[in-house]
């Protein structure tokens, strides 16, 4: 189980499902630099759909080794955030490779072991746009989600394939259900599975105060008493199967034993991108 390596036959799922509502119009930091919530989370997701590009790439040429999508949620509506768009709400990676927007220049400011601080340069390709406006649909784009992979882990050419990681990021409050109609869905989410496993739905929310402390990755409802939302975040997450332990021991907070549950509370943007890394790292490419 949760051991299927990826290969142009036998591909892999990943949704990355966003929060655009109003309340990502805060601001907070990433490597430092002050910027919208929204912001943030594109760049970071950015960052991880280059990768999934670079890890696809056989002798110069984009294998279709993985089915993308990003879906926004504000207002009243669930959409695509990429450039191309599909009546699945996938697009094969190859095929977004094509379509691959040009890469801008981005500096960061970086500080070294012994003090100094130099500015890092790299570059980035503008996958999805940072907007972020009006209410937190949640229970509609979790519902949007599950009709998703509940469709691609049906198709006989996915059912070998190592089963589907949905990361939802936010920040926020759902608008349009309730606590217990979110934790249905994501236990509907979390039922689908191919061959090799249940779909992993990993729950990230993002600190509204620096001052907060993260939870990562924890064992038990150790905070429940920090938010409201706290218990229906941990009931919405998956619980991460033993094989994927050596991957998020490193950076589980608080370092506790049991079995993890796929969530994150108070994060900053620095570890969403930490979790993003290791959740794609889960899928083992042939």
């Known amino acids: 189980m949760y051991s299927k390596p990826i290969t142009h036959l036998n591909r892999g799922a990943i949704?990355?499902?966003v929060d655009c509502s109003m309340s990502m119009q805060e601001q907070t930091l990433l490597n430092r630099v002050p910027m919208r919530k929204i912001e943030a989370v594109a760049t970071v997701?950015?960052?991880l759909i280059d990768e999934l590009l670079e890890r696809a790439k056989r002798h110069d040429e984009v294998r279709n080794y993985y089915d993308i999508a990003v879906l926004g949620y504000a207002g009243t509506e669930v959409r695509s955030m990429l450039p191309i768009d599909t009546d699945t709400g996938?697009?094969?990676?190859n095929r977004l490779a094509e379509a691959a927007p040009k890469p801008r220049t981005i500096v960061f400011e970086q500080h070294t072991d012994d003090g100094r601080?130099?500015?890092?340069?790299f570059t980035l390709r503008e996958w999805i746009k940072p907007e972020a406006h009006g209410k937190t649909p949640m229970f509609q784009a979790l519902s949007r989600a599950y009709n998703m992979v509940e469709a691609w882990c049906a198709k006989a050419n996915n059912r070998q394939s190592f089963p589907p990681i949905i990361f939802h990021i936010t920040d926020g409050e759902c608008n349009d259900a309730s606590d217990a109609d979110l934790v249905s869905i994501a236990k509907s989410i979390c039922n689908t599975s191919t061959e090799d496993g249940n779909t992993l739905l990993i729950n990230i929310h993002l600190s509204p105060y620096d001052e907060l402390p993260s939870e990562i990755f924890p064992t038990e409802l150790s905070r429940a008493n920090l938010s409201p939302h706290y218990r229906t975040l941990f009931e919405m997450s998956s619980t991460l199967p033993e094989q994927l332990d050596s991957l998020v021991?490193?950076?589980a907070k608080p370092a506790s034993s049991g079995r993890h549950r796929a969530m994150a509370f108070n994060a900053s943007p620095c570890e969403l991108l930490t979790i993003l890394n290791i959740g794609s790292e889960s899928i083992n490419l042939a």
């Open 249 to 251: 021991a490193s950076i």
């Open 117 to 121: 601080t130099t500015d890092a340069t």
């Open 15 to 17: 949704i990355m499902v």
């Open 45 to 47: 997701c950015n960052y």
């Open 90 to 93: 996938f697009v094969a990676i």
